[in-house]
């Protein structure tokens, strides 16, 4: 991997034990707010959901989470360091990332194994470098935990949905990172599909050694058993947030998405439906 320059991380140390702090946090491109005054505090231990409608500024938000992204105005601190300039990259390998606009950016005819390992390098096309068998064992390992190792040989372009959303966690987690951002990763699933990737987030979830998860979804019955926590985000502003079980509650979905919602539990797992 890269030795990159922290020119731009700030390290006079961690305000704080938090994975993520945001204090303050705006984004505005032009004269609309994405993020409006966001706090959001993550510990060590917490799996967090991030809900909200179409355009709430969920994505913009793991954005910024994932270090790609500058706020406006306000302070972030993700893994104990500031973001404050450009350069990145120190910081970028600890925290992992799945979301569609990466999965967009890996050549079709890349083999899964190779999707899986080059995310050593911080990059989405095997060229010439070198990996090491440690590599390409935990490359191995990945696809195994999420039950597509079978596919190691095949084309990304030519798996299906299902498949390529596994294959994408398992490379986000390629770098044995301290958070993993998954943005959306149930979209796009069939219902057995959507189910098995719940599955294996549950199991995820449930792994002491697993980094810190955030989920981002549009959907309640997306949520894994173990998933700890919630933020509820309404037009870039935090409608709600904290322990998901207070938090995921009729009234509150009825307000984020501003139509009138039922909750229902059943089991480890949750349901909305309309009111009316
Ligand atoms: N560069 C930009 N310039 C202007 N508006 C933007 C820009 N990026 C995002 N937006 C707008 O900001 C809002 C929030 O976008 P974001 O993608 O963060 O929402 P989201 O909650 O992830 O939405 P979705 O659920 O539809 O994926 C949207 O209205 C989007 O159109």
Redesign the pocket.
């Known amino acids: 991997m890269s030795q990159p320059s922290s020119a731009s991380v700030t390290t006079a140390g961690p305000s704080s034990d938090w994975v993520l702090e945001l204090e303050g946090v705006s984004v505005r ?2 004269t ?1 707010m ?1 993020l409006d005054a966001v706090g959001w505090q993550v510990a060590e231990d917490e799996r967090w959901v991030v809900l ?10 793991v954005q910024i989470a994932a270090a790609r992204l500058h706020p406006t105005r306000g302070t972030v601190h993700v893994l104990g360091e500031r973001l404050g300039g450009s350069d990145l990259s120190e910081l970028r390998p600890r925290i992992g990332l799945a979301s569609a606009a990466l999965a967009e950016r890996i050549p079709a005819d890349e083999s899964v194994r190779d999707v899986v390992v080059t995310a050593a390098y911080g990059i989405t096309g095997r060229w010439r470098e070198e990996y090491e068998d440690f590599d390409t064992e935990r490359g191995t390992d990945l696809l195994r935990l999420f039950g597509v190792d079978h596919l190691a040989d095949r084309a990304f372009g030519t798996l299906s949905e299902g498949e390529r959303k596994r294959v994408q966690i398992a490379r986000s987690l390629m770098t044995d990172p301290e958070l993993l951002l998954l943005d ?1 990763p149930a979209a796009g699933l069939d219902l057995g599909g959507r189910e098995e990737l719940v599955e294996a987030l549950a199991e995820l979830a449930g792994d002491a050694a697993a980094p810190v998860l955030v989920l ?1 979804t ?1 959907h309640v019955e997306e949520i894994p058993p173990g998933f700890t926590h919630l933020l509820l ?1 309404r037009d ?1 502003q935090v409608h709600a947030a904290g322990p998901l079980e207070e938090v995921l509650t009729s009234e509150n979905l009825s307000g984020a998405f501003g139509i009138p919602l039922v909750v229902e539990r059943a089991g480890d797992r949750w349901a909305a439906r309309s009111a009316r």
Do not use: D, P, S
Not at 52 to 61: F, Q, V
């Open positions: 491109r032009g609309k994405i909200g409608r179409n355009g709430a500024g969920k994505t913009t938000l959306e981002v549009h985000l870039g």
